[in-house]
Structures are given as structure tokens and as C-alpha cells.
T-cell receptor, first 111, second 111 residues
Framework: QQPVQSPQAVILREGEDAVINCSSS?????VHWYRQKHGEAPVFLMI?????EQKGHDKISASFNEKKQQSSLYLTASQLSYSGTYFC????????????FGKGTRLHILP | NAGVTQTPKFRVLKTGQSMTLLCAQD?????MYWYRQDPGMGLRLIHY???????AKGEVPDGYNVSRLKKQNFLLGLESAAPSQTSVYFC??????????FGQGTRLTVV
């Protein structure tokens, strides 16, 4: 089943921070994060594989909790270019190699 | 390096007509996926393939068929199009569990 993303939508002013959550009812093998601009294809941000892992680049980072059932994406000091829809994609431990995406979180940054 | 290429980019079909969407990737990836994207629903997996000659059902497979005769190509067929299949279709490829690369999408309208 689809992972649950929250919130569904966020409106921020430039420079503010945001957190997007992705939750699963069972342990995950991996979590992917993507950003999609209107009318474009999703673009990869990062993937997390290990419980307790944290990674990031620039001012966008993500964590994967110890039980591997929740991941959070952190956007720090948001920029106008961060606007878009963010998706988490999940793979389960049964390793049937499906990537199932959440419904997305719409992020709008105001100047 | 073209990455993932989808053909066509736009198409209008009449109810009951058939068509095939082509996805081609030049990265020698084993895994390929077809998703549909509808407002508020995120990316839903239709069918996927873990290698040449293999296919498997995703979350919403009804009304679609697929084939993976060559490693680089993944075809999505609609035998008898219905208005409910109006959507944006994305193909993706990956060498799991790494970054998934998406095509630019096919906007399909069934009237």
C-alpha cells in the first residue's frame, strides 16, 4: 500500500524551514525522495537504506528512523527554487523490487 | 546520453481505440516501471519489469498490458482505451536500489 505523506501541502516564506514526513505500516528496505516541478518529470533527491541514517546536500536533508518505518525530509532556509511537489518512494523487505510512491506534498515558497 | 525517452509526448484517443506507449532507456538498467499520475493521487505503479522478458503487476494494472522483449525497451499497451485512463504516464528505470530516472511523461487524453 502507498506510504502516507504529511502534510499534504505547505506554504512558506523564503528562508523558512519545512519538514515532510513519509510513513509506512511495515519496515522498509529503502526510501527515495523526489521533487517534481509543474509539468516536469520527478527528479531524484536522495535515497536512504539504513535505519538511523541521515544524509543531505546543500540545505536539503533526510533521515530514516531506526525501525525503518518513517522518513523525514528537511528543507532548511527554503529558497524559491524549492517549490514543487515532493514524493517519497518506498521499497519493502520482500524485495519484489516495486517502488511505491506516496501521494505527494505540495510545497509553495513565497518571496 | 538520452537517459529515459518516452514516445509519444501527447496523444488524444477516442474511447475504444488502442495504443502503445514506448519507453526506451540507454543506461543498461535492469528495472523499468510504468506509473500514472492523476491530481491528488501521486504516482501509481501500473506494471514493472525486473529484467528482459519479465513483467509484473503493480497497484493499478487493470486495462493495461506490458512487454519487455528487449532490455532497453518497456512498452505499455492500452487495448481499449477508456476515459478513466486519461492521465499523465511516466516511465522510470533504475538499477535498484539506486536513483530512479524518469522519462518526460506522456499526456494521454481519452475522449
Amino acid at each position: 500500500q502507498q506510504p502516507v505523506q504529511s502534510p499534504q501541502a505547505v506554504i512558506l516564506r523564503e528562508g523558512e524551514d519545512a519538514v515532510i514526513n513519509c510513513s509506512s505500516s511495515k519496515a522498509l528496505y529503502s526510501v527515495h525522495w523526489y521533487r517534481q516541478k509543474h509539468g516536469e518529470a520527478p527528479v531524484f533527491l536522495m535515497i536512504l537504506l539504513k535505519g538511523g541514517e541521515q544524509k543531505g546536500h546543500d540545505k536539503i536533508s533526510a533521515s530514516f528512523n531506526e525501525k525503518k518505518q518513517q522518513s523525514s525530509l528537511y528543507l532548511t532556509a527554503s529558497q524559491l527554487s524549492y517549490s514543487g511537489t515532493y514524493f517519497c518512494g518506498t521499497e519493502w523487505w520482500d524485495r519484489d523490487d516495486k517502488i511505491i510512491f506516496g501521494k505527494g506534498t505540495r510545497l509553495h515558497i513565497l518571496p | 546520453n538520452a537517459g529515459v525517452t518516452q514516445t509519444p509526448k501527447f496523444r488524444v484517443l477516442k474511447t475504444g481505440q488502442s495504443m502503445t506507449l514506448l519507453c526506451a532507456q540507454d543506461m543498461n538498467h535492469e528495472y523499468m516501471y510504468w506509473y500514472r499520475q492523476d491530481p491528488g493521487m501521486g504516482l501509481r505503479l501500473i506494471h514493472y519489469s525486473v529484467g528482459e522478458g519479465t513483467t509484473a503487476k503493480g497497484e493499478v494494472p487493470d486495462g493495461y498490458n506490458v512487454s519487455r522483449l528487449k532490455k532497453q525497451n518497456f512498452l505499455l499497451g492500452l487495448e481499449s482505451a477508456a476515459p478513466s485512463q486519461t492521465s499523465v504516464y511516466f516511465c522510470a528505470s533504475t538499477e535498484s536500489p539506486t536513483e530512479a530516472f524518469f522519462g518526460q511523461g506522456t499526456r494521454l487524453t481519452v475522449v
